[in-house]
């Protein structure tokens, strides 16, 4: 990574030094952002890379399920909908093949078995949620529903759009839009103006070592695994995450399972929004609503990846992966590695954003564990001596 460029508040020097220490290191960079928001304040926003500024639009994946989660979260709040009605109550098309006692809980837990289907999506299908959601509706689920969690990694986002739309006759992009991005003027998006185009920086494919390259031959689960139907490595083609992040139709629809586009500082203001007052604002979730969507609802082993994990509804809690978050920290990663969550304990808002896949880069690249800690430890020392 080239020079880090940006500003750090008072106390906060510290993490630059750890975001320095990482560029330093990083030899297959493509670049990668720092933000971070202390009550409402932004006291970190740093970046660097090679045609990466403060301000590039960069290809953030998965967050997207992070802004879904918001979006329902609030309808939930308001009473527009109900985490234990079933989802064929608004969508009966989807009680087929045993899934009509399904509840919209369930599926912001990763708990429907609802991953994907037989053939596989196709490239143009990934990019659009109703057209997802149309083939989902009749498909079997891949286990009994609430029997167990796996990551709906591709198909999530399609399952509760569809019910939000049913439910309000809105879209959570047009929902998000008007209710989120627009009112905060957050830079990130879920369906990108063609106007933002020219702010752009694609993704880039990982770049392995030797080593890594060794692990990558082995290989997870094969195509016919609950993997392989989760990420559709089963269709043909086999889904191709570089393409996908970088395909201006997947930017436009703002596909909710990973369609995300922005940068490190809006998502960060995004999840300010959601920690704190901000702008004079209230925060966008009560305590109570707050307290659900972070409570942990699936925790154990993941039947899609095999890895232990956990999923509140929507929001990942993220104290599960970084101790040093409260356990009211809640966020989601994206596939290149980024990060970004909110923790109301402490006013903390976090994203770190990059632009080349790194190597277990999901849920968050290796370098978040020592980027979160610097940051959490900054604040805590910002705010004793305030």
Known sequence: MSRVQGTVAPGFEPVREVFAGIAAEEARDGGAQL??????????????????EGDSLLALYSSSKGAMALVTA??????????DREVAFWWPEFAAEGKESVTLRQLLAHRSGVIGVED????????????IAARLAGHRPYWKPDSGHGYHG???????????????????????????????????????????????RPALPLVPSPAEAAVLAAGPAGPAGLMGIAFNQHAEPPFDAVAYGNSRTVRALGPLSGGGVGTARGLSRMYA??????????PLLT??????????HSRGTDLV??????????????????????????????????QAFADPATGLAYSYARRRFAFAGGPGAPENDRLVPAVVE????VRAGA
Do not use: C, K, M
């Open 305 to 338: 990846t095999g890895s232990e994990n956990a999923f509140g509804l929507g929001f990942v809690p993220l104290a599960t992966r970084y101790p040093s978050l409260s356990p009211d920290a809640i966020g989601h990663s994206g596939a290149p590695g980024s």
């Open 120 to 131: 596989g999506f196709t490239a143009e299908e990934l990019a659009d949620d109703r057209r």
């Open 378 to 381: 900054a604040a805590a020392r």
């Open 273 to 282: 929004a959601l920690a704190g007052e901000l702008d004079g604002r209230p």
């Open 35 to 52: 933000a971070v928001h202390l009550d409402g304040r932004l006291v970190v926003d740093l970046w660097g890379g090679e045609g990466v």
């Open 154 to 200: 591709l198909t999530v986002g399609a399952l509760v759009g569809e019910v939000v739309r049913r439910a309000v006759g809105r879209s959570v992009q047009e929902l998000f839009e008007e209710r989120v991005r627009a009112p905060y003027g957050l830079d990130y998006y879920l369906g990108l103006p063609e106007e933002l185009e020219p702010r752009f």
């Open 287 to 296: 305590p109570a609503t707050l307290a659900e969507v972070a409570r942990i």
């Open 74 to 83: 609030l309808l939930v709040q308001e009473g527009a909908l109900d985490l």
